[in-house]
Structure formats: C-alpha cells, structure tokens
C-alpha cells in the first residue's frame, strides 16, 4: 500500500485528478460514508475507462472494508466493480508497482467480498433493492471472476442488456443481436442451480446470484452470454465473448 502522503499521487490520473483527496476523506471519515464512495468510484470509472489511481486506490479500500458494516461493503463492491473491471481492457503489466498495488488491493476485497456472495443475511437483504443487488453481482464478478467478463456485461448495459454485438472472423458481424428474441444462431449455456455456496462454476454463481437478488435485467441474459454463437456466414461456432471481444476491439 502506498501511503497518501507519496509523490505518486501527483502522476497518477482519474477522471477528476483528484481521487487522492477523495480516498482521503473517505478514510478519515468526512463527509457521508456512501456518497464519498459513490464520488471516489465515479472518479475511478468514469465512461469504463481505467484510471492509473485505481490500483493505488483498492489497497486502501481493503485497508477500510473490514471496518465497514456487511451493507457498507456491498455498496463499495457494487460502486467500484467497473473500476475494477476498466482493468480488463488493459491489463497492467506484471513486475510493476501498479500491477502489484492492484493486485494486492484485490486479494484484500476478494476475502471480503466472498463470505458476503454466499451470506443469506446479504442475499435477503439485497432482495427488493433492485439495481443495488444487480450492481453488487457484477462488482463480485468483477472482484472474484473474470474482470473481462464483468466488463462486457457493463458494456452491454448501454443496451440494459437487451442486445449485443458480435463479429466472426471470417467478416461477418451484427451489432444488434437480440438478447430478448434471441436468434437460432445463438446457442445458450445449459446453467445449473445455484446451490449458494459454491463459487466454482462463474456463470451458475452469477446466475444464481442474480435470481436470488430477483434481478430481471441481467439474469435472463447470462445463459446467453455464457452460451455459443454458430456464424451464419461461415458456420463457426465460438463463444459468444469471443463474438463479443472480436466486435468491441474493431470498433
Ligand atoms: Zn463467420
């Protein structure tokens, strides 16, 4: 972790160039807890960008999570998961600061996050909340999963996770393939049930999670994020990310 006080914070950027202050002042405990939460994460994530003062910033985080109540902390996971999940898209290089300031603030919020993902005083909780549980899955995605996958499922709320884009590598491409008629070509995953505990398995958690939350935007959509596209141009069949990825990367 690297103090506040560090020349570093100068070079470092966020959408606002000031996330220092903020974490400062969410540390210390000025202002109201979930709106400087709310501010910090806004300035980490803003348009999913990644910012360089993301990865000094989670240690800090997971410095401050285990002195927050169970609520506080799904509001933080739920506030900073597209901050994290920014990462994806240009993952830092190892055997630098920043790869091991991100990965140390990681570990920190995965052992706070995970007892909370199977913790039914949470699941009860979140139930009724709406976007609340809905945000807090895809932070745990983001802090537990495939920090791509997350990302991508934050792409496709520009859409509220009613289509999405895909391209083949032979030419062919749609950026508006349903999710709510979704077409033949479109092979969904057989995802099983939940059983609430396992984390094993990314889409059954996710998808369990999800239901459990009574989320109806994304939940619906996870067997067919996770399922197969079969090209109707050239008849190759490969995962829908793929399609997804290979779409997003040309843009
Ligand atoms: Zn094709």
């Not at 994806?88 to 993902?117: C, I, K, S, W």
């Amino acid at each position: 972790m690297i103090s506040l006080e560090s020349p570093i914070w100068k070079e470092l950027s966020s959408a606002g160039n000031d996330a220092d202050r903020l974490l400062r002042d969410l540390i210390e405990s000025r202002g109201e807890l979930r709106e400087a939460i709310g501010i910090l994460a806004e300035d980490l994530s803003h348009q999913l960008t990644y910012y360089s003062a993301t990865a000094y910033v989670l240690p800090h985080l997971a410095a401050l999570c285990p002195s927050l109540s169970k609520r506080d902390k799904v509001y933080l996971i739920a506030q900073m998961g597209a901050a994290i999940a920014a990462e994806a898209v240009e993952p830092l290089e190892p055997d630098t600061e920043a790869y091991r300031e991100f990965h140390e603030g990681l570990a920190g919020l995965r052992r706070e996050v995970m007892p909370l993902l199977t913790d039914p005083e949470v699941h009860t909780q979140l139930r009724g909340e709406g976007e609340l549980g809905t945000m807090f899955s895809l932070g745990a995605l983001a802090v537990v999963g495939d920090r791509k996958h997350a990302y991508d499922l934050w792409y496709l709320s520009g859409s509220t996770w009613e289509e999405g884009p895909a391209a083949c590598e032979c030419g062919w491409d749609d950026e508006t393939i349903s999710f709510t008629e979704p077409p033949k070509f479109l092979k969904p995953a057989q995802v099983g049930q939940w059983d609430g505990q396992s984390l094993e398995n990314e889409a059954v958690w996710l998808h369990g999670l999800l239901s459990l939350l009574d989320d109806e935007m994304i939940a619906p959509v996870i067997p067919l994020v996770y399922g197969f596209g079969v090209c109707p141009k050239c008849g190759r069949r490969e995962p829908y990310w793929a399609w997804m990825d290979r779409f997003v990367e040309d843009c």
